[in-house]
């Protein structure tokens, strides 16, 4: 009888040891993600500046090819930004002005300045995949998203964090976004973009990660509207400058002429 017991006693412990076992890999890989809410700071902080000045080439590619224009921007925090279209001819000149949610464009083959608002927001930016709506939104992520750690990914050989975004302000372009953020750099590689009753609407790739001004931050990336046909729109930074000054005439509706 006592003998029986303690073989009774020894499976039981036995059990709760593989039990446990089985759940501590489980238990120490959820212990070993970050908060949402810490990744989104750190990103935020690589991708955000007081200010910048960039040069910048974009490939917009269609079924008749693809186009290559050439532009250089300023920008002032999340309310000031101005752009100008270097390249091609039938595009020099032509210039975007915004001023908080407010945004201008003049046309040199017209001579007008003309303000895009309302429903024109969501219209493509010179035929490329994204909208007015998409590169006028540079508030940092925080101030939009709470966002949740799910798990791990690899993308391009680099290990991800990959996390969801959920938004907590009525006025965002998406819903919902997911994020591949670099476990190392902390700069998102791969966002999808989700509609509110959950359609994937875009998707992003960055890469050329380089180190800039003490943070990291990728110089190429691949804009896809997945509501449209075609390979995307690619956008690569062939020179940035970060929290440099930047005169105030430069954000005047009179620069736009």
């Not at 670099?182 to 973009?193: C, G, I, N």
Request: hydrophobic share 40%.
């Amino acid at each position: 009888m006592n003998n029986n017991i303690s073989i009774y006693f020894r499976f039981c412990l036995f059990r709760g040891f593989v039990g446990i076992f089985l759940l501590f890999p489980a238990f120490i890989a959820g212990q070993n993600y970050p908060s949402g809410k810490s990744i989104l700071d750190k990103v935020d902080n690589n991708m955000s500046a007081k200010s910048r000045i960039l040069t910048s080439r974009m490939e917009i590619s269609s079924a008749r090819g693809t186009r290559t224009m050439e532009s250089k921007s300023w920008g002032v925090g999340t309310d000031k930004a101005f752009t100008e279209y270097l390249t091609p001819a039938r595009e020099k000149g032509t210039k975007m002005l915004k001023l908080d949610n407010q945004l201008w464009i003049y046309s040199p083959s017209t001579d007008r300045v003309i303000q895009i608002s309302g429903h024109m927001l969501r219209q493509s930016v010179m035929g490329s995949d994204m909208s007015y709506e998409d590169m006028m939104t540079d508030r940092p992520l925080l101030e939009q998203y709470k966002a949740e750690v799910t798990g791990e990914e690899t993308v391009d050989g680099r290990k991800c964090w990959m996390v969801i975004l959920t938004a907590i302000v009525s006025d965002v372009n998406y819903a919902s976004q997911k994020m591949w953020v670099d476990v190392e750099r902390y700069v998102p590689l791969q966002v999808e973009m989700f509609a509110k009753g959950g359609k994937l609407l875009k998707h992003i790739t960055f890469s050329d990660v380089k180190k800039i001004q003490s943070r990291w931050y990728p110089t190429s990336f691949v804009y896809k509207d997945v509501l449209k046909d075609g390979k995307g729109t690619k956008m690569v930074i062939e020179d940035i400058q970060m929290d440099v000054s930047i005169p105030a005439s430069v954000f005047n509706k009179s620069s736009l002429k």
